[in-house]
């Protein structure tokens, strides 16, 4: 069962990869964002390495639903996407080149972090933790890099469309936590797994119109 967890977002990330850029780009990719994305997998181990040693995180015992999501939120999406504005502010390429390696940093840290995520989540050994929370934290981390790629970009054109990218983005990325949350809370897998399938559904579309905007700018 572990292994789907482990291997599930590498996988997907690498069919997402191949589908947008096909194999011959794929590998011209790697080769030239090789840096970004060993600078991701170091970032997460370190962050994972932290956790485990000098934190000790503990389950959660209480009983707020709201203290709970957002406790997720920010192991999810506000740690990494933390992290990569750390790299963004220490790397010196061209802020284009840094913006297009938001992607590529945010696969590669959760590639290694959302392992770790699953193991140590409330109920780790549950259907919707090992199968659903890994894919469902691979289409969040597609969406946030287009919103976040899409943000830096129109920033000086507008100030309108930034600030609903955002704000979508913050929408986006409440969601695993909020289905992570029902699903520990004891609420019917049923209703969860239909979010999740919406979610996803949703989540794909916007990415995917985020991109076409991206490319046209």
């Known amino acids: 069962m572990y292994l789907f967890a482990f291997l599930s977002f590498p996988l997907s990330a690498l069919c997402f990869y191949l589908f947008f850029k096909g194999s011959g ?6 080769r030239s964002n090789f840096l970004v994305l060993l600078f991701g997998f170091v970032c997460a181990a370190l962050y994972c390495t ?3 040693f000098f934190l000790f995180l503990s389950p959660y015992c209480g009983l707020s639903f709201f203290h709970f999501v957002f406790k997720d939120w920010i192991r999810i999406f506000a740690v990494p996407v933390l992290f990569f504005f750390l790299y963004f502010l220490w790397c010196k390429d061209s802020t284009g080149q840094k913006i297009q390696c938001c992607t590529g940093f945010l696969t590669a840290f959760q590639t290694v972090y959302v392992p770790f995520y699953v193991l140590h ?3 780790p050994e549950s ?3 090992l199968f659903f929370m890994p894919l469902l934290i691979f289409i969040e981390t597609i969406s946030v890099s287009y919103c976040l790629k899409l943000i830096f970009l129109t920033a000086r054109k507008s100030k309108i469309l930034p600030a609903a990218v955002f704000f979508a983005m913050i929408l986006l990325s409440f969601v695993p936590p909020v289905l992570m949350g029902m699903s520990c809370f004891g609420v ?3 209703l969860i797994f239909v979010i ?3 979610y996803a559904a949703f989540s794909a ?8 905007k991206i490319s046209s700018l």
């Open 25 to 30: 780009r794929f590998f011209s990719y790697i």
């Open 50 to 52: 932290v956790l485990e």
């Open 121 to 123: 989540t409330e109920n």
């Open 127 to 129: 259907f919707f933790s």
């Open 188 to 190: 019917s897998e049923i």
């Open 196 to 198: 999740s399938a919406g």
């Open 205 to 212: 579309f916007f990415a995917f119109r985020q991109k076409i």
